[in-house]
């Protein structure tokens, strides 16, 4: 057996801020080597931050990675952490093209660089418009040990370049990770990683991005497993953390270690330390983090994202229209978790048709989350579009809303906020919402999160509340009261719309599952309402293109991962 003591950095980068990024690479290594470790590892593209979608088309932006990358070598050295060997991911370019790229920096240089060989091409991932494929492998022997590595993507295809290391011969894999959250996604990578640890026949150490990155959220997650797929470590969730614990590790014995061509990889190998420690006392064991409940995951996803997007883009503070209804209340109450109540400002806009309830539950949101509020009658500027141009019915209905969404942009631009479209995934999915009124924006927290889990999260937010002995920030008239836009008498959203709970199984199999107006009929719909739901859907295309960016959490979201044409015949049924 021989000792390692492994740090895994599960850290929240910038896309384009190499500056920034490589401090933090520097501040983490920093706290390893303070730890005692010998090998740091960082997640995919740390130093340029992911995903960086044409900056990689520009040669600027990959020299200057490049030589970022050279400069971090040297920094690390000179801050005393010289001996830990460190695994950076960045963007590289070569005659080939622009790579995603990691290399091992180690006493003030870069020792090893190796390329992504699988390039994601599915749901969010775009890497083949972007990067070439690398085929070699480079295994460092670190204090006796024989280390390789494998980038994100190359652990989720089957075989590759894990199968090459397992080929290979070595003592541990590590891989750096960028992969986006979506419901549910912990419960597959365990499964995973413990297969492609069997498959390389050696501990797997997965360490991932954690932060908001525009629709995209990382949640960390970071895993280590033993050669056998058994669970050895694993990070909490949405939070920067640092994993560091003693491994032991066999050693090889006899068994012979390959270099030269497998398959279709060129395997280099190149020793650092060549002799095995002498024991030493465990000071970090092993452990293991408790996986999220999936309302916690899902509000922590949502939190995470609405704070990383407000600060990373430059803003202070939020406003939104706050309804007394239950989208606005779940999104002021993520506003106050995500950046504190001193920085949301919540305005009430009531038309001639708002009720009583609608501005007491507003009022009572405010008070139980101590954000700003203000109330905004909008009445007057509805009657001053409407008398002029004599606009009726529906012209009635959205001029209320784009009054309201007129008021957001000039407070915003008074005074600063990035204003918040509380629209929900139903909502987008059959074009509920108004464009340019409560559609306007620039983030859209639960643009991803389907009506009937909004309620499921207003519920558990309150419990949780509870739990603590805190004031739960929902009023729970906004969660019990029948769902209404208020923009004509007795509104109620059931006027035009199925049951949300019927309604989202509908969209969920249309959107996310791609089934079509027969498979849906076959699963019971009933033929009239499937014929209705598909037509709003397909009909509100142009509206989705134009919505704010929002938090993906589920497997498909609207935006980078659904691509429909706007112009499109094509009708189901």
Not at 51 to 57: H, W
Not at 127 to 135: D, L, Q, T, V, W
Not at 485 to 510: C, F, H, K
């Amino acid at each position: 057996m021989a000792q390692l003591r492994l740090a895994l950095a599960q850290v929240n980068a910038t896309v384009g801020d190499l500056a920034g990024n490589a401090s933090l690479i520097v501040d983490w290594t920093r706290k390893a080597a303070e730890a005692g470790a010998h090998v740091a590892v960082f997640p995919e593209m740390v130093l340029t931050g992911y995903p960086v979608e044409d900056l990689a088309l520009r040669a600027s932006f990959a020299e200057a990675s490049k030589r970022c990358l050279a400069e971090l070598a040297v920094r690390l050295a000179d801050a005393g952490c010289g001996e830990v060997v460190c695994y950076v991911s960045y963007l590289d370019r070569d005659e080939v093209g622009a790579r995603d790229a990691a290399a091992a920096l180690y006493r003030g240089e870069v020792v090893a660089t190796q390329f992504k060989h699988h390039l994601p091409n599915y749901g969010v991932f775009d890497e083949r418009r972007y990067f070439k494929p690398g085929e070699s492998l480079d295994i460092l022997r670190v204090h006796g040990l024989e280390v390789g590595m494998v980038i994100c993507e190359d652990i989720w295809q089957d075989g590759g370049p894990i199968a090459a290391l397992g080929q290979a011969g070595v003592d541990l894999v590590v891989a750096p990770n960028a992969s986006p959250y979506e419901r549910n996604k912990d419960d597959v990578r365990l499964p995973l990683v413990a297969r492609r640890a069997r498959e390389a026949g050696a501990p797997l150490a997965y360490v991932n991005m954690v932060g908001g990155q525009d629709e995209l959220v990382f949640d960390g997650d970071s895993l280590v497993v033993g050669a056998d797929g058994g669970l050895i470590a694993r990070s909490p969730q949405f939070v920067e953390h640092l994993m560091v614990l003693d491994l032991d590790l066999d050693l090889p014995g006899g068994a012979a270690r390959t270099s030269g061509a497998i398959g279709e990889f060129t395997v280099r190998r190149r020793v650092l330390s060549g002799e095995v420690l002498p024991a030493y006392p465990v000071g970090y064991p092993a452990s293991v983090a408790e996986p999220l409940s999936d309302e916690a995951e899902v509000w922590s996803a949502l939190v995470t994202c609405l704070r990383d997007y407000t600060h990373k883009n430059g803003f202070r503070s939020v406003v939104l229209g706050l309804s007394g209804g239950i989208d606005s209340a779940v999104v002021a109450a993520l506003a106050v978790d995500a950046l504190g109540p001193d920085a949301v400002y919540g305005v009430s806009l009531p038309s001639v048709y708002s009720s009583s309830h609608s501005r007491s539950d507003a009022e009572e949101l405010a008070t139980r989350t101590g954000l700003h509020y203000s109330v905004v009658p909008i009445a007057d500027m509805v009657a001053a579009f409407v008398g002029p141009l004599g606009l009726t019915g529906l012209a009635e209905e959205n001029v209320q809303a784009r009054c309201r969404g007129v008021t957001l942009m000039g407070l915003s631009n008074q005074h600063g906020h990035l204003v918040l479209a509380t629209g929900n995934k139903t909502e987008l999915a059959v074009g509920y919402s108004t464009i340019y009124g409560d559609a306007v924006g620039g983030f859209a927290p639960i643009k991803d999160v389907p009506k009937t889990l909004v309620w499921e999260l207003a519920r558990w937010r309150n419990a949780e509340a509870d739990k603590r002995g805190e004031t739960p920030p929902i009023p729970e008239s906004s969660i019990s009261k029948p769902p209404s836009a208020e923009l004509r008498p007795g509104q109620l959203d059931t006027d035009s719309l199925p049951d949300y709970a019927l309604l989202d199984r509908i969209v969920d199999d249309y959107v996310e599952g791609d089934r079509g107006y027969h498979d849906l009929i076959a699963a019971g719909y009933e033929p009239e309402l499937v014929q209705q739901v598909l037509r709003m859907v397909d009909r509100a295309e142009f509206k989705r293109r134009q919505y704010p960016p929002g938090t993906k959490v589920t497997w498909k979201a609207f935006g980078r991962d659904r691509r429909l044409p706007i112009t499109n015949k094509w009708r189901e049924g």
